[in-house]
């Protein structure tokens, strides 16, 4: 049995400051925390030497260190956190004095945190969130959650099986991906099986033992019925594969090889499978881009919703929008209220079935990409906007998205930067849990 997620709140002090006021923080700093998660190890009381410290660390084993200068504490505290826990990320947290009167200095808190961050940031590579304020405060509360909710994300990247289904094509190798890059660098396990076993798979299943995916997809889409019977039996032949490929397997994120394959070889692409699976929590992406797919799951995880997975298309310099569009494998959720899920063909190939829509709008959503340098390590691209209700702009589908800063110069940048044509559409307000996963995974932001 795997361990679960388990952050650990460490209140350092010493007992010659103001106990009560620090006292009142610790209970009003633990009372945020529960509530934002159910997963936090605490001690009873502020751990008011390095002796206690050490007791306190001998009952833990956490994925999230939180270490809050309840007052002030030398490095030796700090110091002793990090040699026990070496892993484990740290939300440094500093408080705020409660009260200015010409009188006591009651926490000291803030000079606590210099001694901290010295210490970490001579024996960590990788960066540090910090946090300053009460409780209380509405901009503490945010970061402490970011952080908590990107700490639980990295901890599920460890236990992520994502699947490769078949090559990349020629010239898509910006998608392709190495087990060792993947596992040194996020903790994710990837597996492989080529496309061609999942469709000797569909084939050898009867029209009965696809009747239930049939009936669900119905349920979900508008205008399957429309496809020829052929397709839209074949289609369901690969939506069963799929399902049960990954079922067996534990996959939670899936790449797939999909053109010229599905259409040569089977006659029925795998666009609307994949945007079924992106329904069903695993992040689905075409083109056998596994960085796209990793892409698709750290948004889905974090905003509890399928992300949309798409190239930029075209530019509006006067909107301040970008669109991104692709072929049909959006899951059938992110459909316009208006139109749903509608079904037609590939805009290419003109073989069905395929995903028809424009995509619904958000007031809060964010550009995002796991890309590699020129080096070959890896770098995050995080751009925060919104998705505008507009509607379906090419045959395929789409979304318009405006960006808070100049959609123009993200083009360029990210032109003249190099990087990739494919990109996660993120629905929801997580550009600072993105930030600080980035940290966490000592990857840079471009």
């Known amino acids: 049995m795997k361990k679960a997620f388990q952050a650990a709140y460490i209140p350092i002090g010493v007992p010659t400051f103001h106990l009560e006021s620090a006292r009142q923080a610790f209970s009003d700093s633990l009372a945020l ?11 009873e009381d502020i751990l008011l030497s390095v002796e206690a410290l050490e007791a306190f660390l001998d009952t833990v084993d956490p994925d999230l260190i939180i270490l809050q200068n309840a007052t002030f504490a030398n490095a030796a505290y700090a110091g002793e956190v990090l040699r026990r826990c070496p892993n484990a990320p740290i939300l440094l947290w500093t408080l705020r004095e409660p009260v200015i009167d010409g009188g006591r200095l009651r926490l000291n808190s803030l000079t606590g945190a210099y001694s901290a961050a010295n210490a970490i940031r001579q024996l960590r590579a990788e960066p540090f969130t910090f946090v300053y304020g009460a409780p209380a405060e509405d901009a503490v509360r945010k970061t402490v959650t970011a952080c908590l909710r990107a700490a639980e994300l990295k901890w599920e990247l460890s236990h992520l099986n994502l699947a490769a289904v078949g090559h990349t094509p020629q010239g898509f190798g910006f998608g392709r991906a190495l087990d060792l890059d993947l596992l040194k660098a996020f903790g994710v396990r990837l597996t492989s099986i080529e496309a061609r076993e999942l469709i000797d798979r569909a084939r050898s299943f009867s029209d009965a033992d696809c009747e239930s995916f049939l009936q669900d997809a119905c349920g979900r889409m508008t205008g399957l019925d429309e496809t020829p019977e052929k397709n839209r039996r074949d289609f369901a032949r690969l939506y069963k594969a799929y399902a049960d490929y990954v079922r067996e397997n534990g996959i939670g994120a899936l790449a797939s090889r999909c053109w010229p394959d599905f259409f040569t070889a089977f006659g029925t692409p795998v666009c609307a499978v994949l ?10 992406a075409c083109e056998a881009d596994v960085y796209g797919a990793l892409s698709m799951y750290i948004g889905q995880k974090l905003s509890g919703r399928p992300a949309f997975f798409g190239d930029p298309v075209s530019l509006s310099e006067s909107g301040n929008t970008i669109t991104f569009w692709h072929c049909g494998t959006a899951a059938c959720s992110l459909a316009r209220e208006d ?16 995903l028809e829509f424009g995509c619904r709008p958000a007031s809060r959503a964010v550009i995002f990409r796991v890309g590699r340098t ?10 925060p906007g919104e998705i505008l209700d507009r509607p379906q702009q090419f045959y395929g589908t789409s979304l318009v998205f405006r960006a808070d800063r100049s959609a123009e110069e993200l083009v360029r940048r990210t032109v003249r930067d190099g990087w990739e044509p494919h990109y996660a559409v993120v629905y929801g307000d997580v550009a600072e849990e993105l930030s600080i996963l980035a940290d966490m995974l000592n990857i840079p932001r471009g």
Request: aromatic content about 4%.
């Open 374 to 383: 020129t080096e070959g390590g890896f770098r995050f691209l995080i751009e």
């Open 275 to 284: 945007g079924i699976l992106n329904d069903l929590g695993v992040a689905a």
């Open 339 to 354: 139109t749903g899920a509608c079904v037609g063909e590939h805009c290419n190939r003109h073989i069905g079935p395929t």
């Open 33 to 43: 925390l529960r509530s934002v998660s159910p997963h936090v190890a605490a001690p």
